[in-house]
């Protein structure tokens, strides 16, 4: 990274993609080819104390260990029940394999095996999708799904006769972007402390919004110091005032433990600077992962902000959980698989909660499928792309093929690059030299 990027205790210098190539084949030897990648963000999927080399080795292993079960699965009708059903069964299974062989008593978290997963099945969705010479989003109606959604989601009734196309939108080719503003990216000249890199890239916050004509900021708060948070709010609210960005939102990272505190900070910018609170258009997870464990009624901070699930929502069932709870909405993230963002996304839009599709830092192939899920999901304000403040320089080869979507230009992401079938990576047109595999296993 060429910048540090803090998530919330965590500090992340670096990260490893996984990127994953499957191959289909038919009984008469046709085949297709599809592409995953997700970074595997330790610090942002598996919070700890525990050693970040030690997390992050612990699941670059257990990806090759998918790998080898996805050979041994062998047959794959459609990647949406087949992707349901791997990961509410197998992955689980892998988990405790896992555990069990390298006798360590902290297991996988369910969010982190979820990401290792998400690369192979988006390469799954993109193989299907270009053995049938469609684009992956075209494949979610009845003409390509035995079964419903009353099949996967609760309450059975609600889906009965529906499918994943009916809560699906037709892709918009420019989105509104979001810029992430970092717990530890320099504001203004008095943050800078001279390690700053010169690369050719933004490094204060009025230079980026000038330079790539940003509308939108998503602000990295501290959720444990209430002053820092709201006077990092205030300062970034002038900025935007002063330099036409229309819209702020908070992400405390799930560091807060009482709706109180976020209470506390939105009344007092009401009160104080009702400015920028009319800009803040959601509030993003304040509160921990662990929606069971921390069973907080959240209905007072979202009568005054929308209030969006992010690390909470593994799946459709959280999105349940927290909606009874008081949240209005939900945060999709293809790391999260692409599977259970289509369930989580047609769950909340049945139960009236908002969408949005926040990113992971996502370079290279990682951010055209994220893209896509949030050109089709109708989300309340475009996606979030931050890849291109943190490691720009690591997606040049694809910025080459799709130079609207790793620079990001008027305040927009730009997708009408994209090809026909598949994801729409155009991949043979895309110079990028790869290292060998490090699982590999011929199709024969």
């Known amino acids: 990274m060429r910048v540090p990027l803090k998530f919330g205790v965590q500090i992340l210098n670096s990260v490893v993609c ?35 080399m030690w997390r992050e080795e612990r699941l670059k292993k257990f990806c090759v260990r998918i790998a080898e079960e996805l050979i041994s ?50 390469a799954l969705y993109d193989a299907f999708a270009k053995y049938h010479g469609v ?3 075209e494949v979610f109606s009845s003409d390509w799904l035995e079964e419903s959604l009353e099949s996967y989601l609760e309450p059975r009734e609600k889906f009965v006769g529906k499918y994943p196309a009916d809560y699906l939108e037709p892709r918009k080719d420019a989105l509104p972007v979001w810029h992430l503003v970092g717990g530890l990216d320099p504001i203004d000249s ?31 708060l501290r959720g444990d110091d209430e002053a820092w948070d709201f006077a990092r709010i205030e300062k970034i609210g002038n900025i935007a005032n002063e330099e036409g960005v229309e819209w702020l939102t908070t992400d405390f990272n799930c560091t807060v433990k009482d709706p109180d505190y976020v209470n506390g900070i939105l009344d007092k910018l009401k009160l104080d600077r009702p400015d920028v609170f009319k800009k803040l258009l959601y509030v993003e997870q304040p509160f921990p992962h662990d929606l069971e464990a921390n069973r907080i009624d959240v209905h007072s901070v979202s009568s005054r902000k929308p209030l969006f699930l992010d690390e909470s929502a593994h799946d459709w069932r959280f999105v349940r959980m927290g909606h009874e709870m008081g949240w209005n909405g939900v945060a999709l993230k293809t790391c ?9 996304l047609c769950w909340a839009r049945e139960h009236g909660m908002d969408l949005m599709v926040q990113d992971l830092t996502n370079p290279m192939l990682a951010i055209i499928p994220h893209c896509q899920l949030a050109a089709h999901a109708g989300t309340i304000m ?11 320089a690591m997606s040049l080869p694809e910025e080459a093929v799709h130079p609207g979507i790793y620079r990001r230009r008027s305040g927009i992401v730009d997708l009408s690059t994209l090809g026909d079938t598949g994801f729409g990576y155009r991949l043979d047109e895309i110079g990028r030299e790869l290292p060998e595999p490090v699982f590999a296993e011929s199709i024969g």
């Open 18 to 52: 996984a990127r994953t190539r499957i191959v289909l084949r038919d009984d008469e030897g046709k085949t297709a080819v599809g592409w995953g990648e997700t970074p595997l963000s330790v610090g942002w999927v598996w919070p700890s104390e525990d050693s970040f």
């Open 73 to 122: 699965n062998g047959e794959l009708s459609h990647p949406f029940p087949f992707g349901h059903a791997f990961a509410e069964e197998t992955i689980p299974n892998l988990v405790k394999k896992e555990e069990a062989e390298v006798s360590e008593t902290n297991s996988i978290p369910q969010l982190a095996s979820l990401a290792c997963f998400s690369p192979f099945d988006l």
């Open 135 to 137: 684009s992956v989003f």
């Open 190 to 220: 008095s943050e800078l402390n001279g390690d700053e890199p010169e690369d050719g890239y933004p490094v204060l916050l009025r230079d980026w919004i000038r330079a790539d004509g940003l509308k939108c900021l998503k602000l990295k």
């Open 336 to 344: 999260k698989t692409l599977t259970g963002a289509i369930l989580s």
């Open 382 to 392: 475009g996606v979030e792309c931050n890849g291109m403040q943190f490691y720009p």
